[in-house]
Every structure is written in structure tokens, then in C-alpha cells.
């Protein structure tokens, strides 16, 4: 079922997006209410964007039936940033895919902090939902109120 995530790269129904829009805040809010309770509250915050973010990787493979591997969290990478509504390009070198932002919801509506405690986070839990041997680089952090380019880093394991 790959190339059904593929297709929606390429258009994604309105509904869908409404559907992971929703799924998201209302689970990401619960997280924060339910982590709030005992830590610090950015300890918190983080701790609910990682979860938020392991779980959409859960949903996608289950609902997408994407395997563990690297090839897979790319995938997952490109359809929850197109879903969120960024502009981005991907290029591969050496063992990594580089994520460039050009246009960041986040960034644009949360700014510096929202990126950092936020989408961070977001990305490291999807990314250890989707392929444990893979990781999150930050090549360039947003600054000047430009976007981030992040990597994920093949660990080794391939679809």
C-alpha cells in the first residue's frame, strides 16, 4: 500500500487533511492536559509533541501499511509536511534526506519556540514510531525568521 502514501503526496483530498488536522490537536491537546499534571510545563509540552508526533507515525503505518525502514520514514517525513502545509524540498546525501522548508506553518504562526518545543519533538517521535534506527538532524535551525532544514539520518535499516 506505499504507493497509496505516494499518490498523496501528489493530491491529498480536503477531507483527509481535515481528518489529520483534527486527530492532532484534539490528541495533542489531551497529551499537554494529561502531562501537565506532574512535570515542568515545557518538560511537558515536548514530552506531548513527541508522543503526538510517535502516534501520527503509528496511525500512518497502520492506516498506509508502511513498513519499518528507512524508505518509510521519508515517506512519512514528506506526508506530514505536506499535510501541515509546508513548502519543502527533499534531497538525499550521503545517507541522508534533507529536509529544506521554505514555507513553515509553525514557524510563521508559533515562531522560534513553537519550532523548537514543538516540531522538534513532533518529528524525533514520528521518526522513532516509524524507523527506530533512523534519526533527526537539525542542518540549519530557523533563525531570521527563515525555516529549518532537518535530516533524517538512515540508521541502517532499509524497507
Not at 497529551?31 to 515545557?42: F, M, Q, T
Not at 519550532?115 to 530557523?142: D, H, Q
Amino acid at each position: 500500500m506505499r504507493w497509496v502514501a505516494k499518490l498523496l503526496l501528489i493530491w491529498t483530498p480536503p477531507f483527509l487533511k481535515a481528518k489529520a488536522c483534527r486527530e492532532m490537536s484534539a490528541e495533542f491537546t489531551a497529551l499537554v492536559i494529561d502531562a501537565l499534571d506532574g512535570e515542568g510545563p515545557l518538560e511537558a509540552f515536548r514530552g506531548a509533541a513527541w508522543e503526538a508526533g510517535k502516534r501520527s507515525g503509528d496511525r500512518l503505518k497502520n492506516d498506509l501499511c508502511l513498513g519499518g525502514g528507512y524508505e518509510d520514514a521519508e515517506l512519512a517525513w514528506r506526508l506530514v509536511s505536506k499535510f501541515s502545509g509546508m513548502k519543502f524540498t527533499v534531497t538525499r546525501r550521503g545517507g541522508k534526506s534533507l529536509f529544506d522548508h521554505h514555507v513553515c506553518p509553525v514557524l510563521e504562526s508559533g515562531g522560534l519556540t513553537m519550532c523548537r518545543n514543538f516540531c522538534v519533538p513532533f518529528v524525533e517521535g514520528l521518526t522513532a514510531s516509524m524507523c527506530p534506527s533512523c534519526a533527526v538532524e537539525i542542518i540549519k535551525g530557523a533563525e531570521g525568521g527563515e525555516p529549518c532544514v532537518k535530516a533524517l539520518a538512515n540508521g541502517g535499516q532499509d524497507a
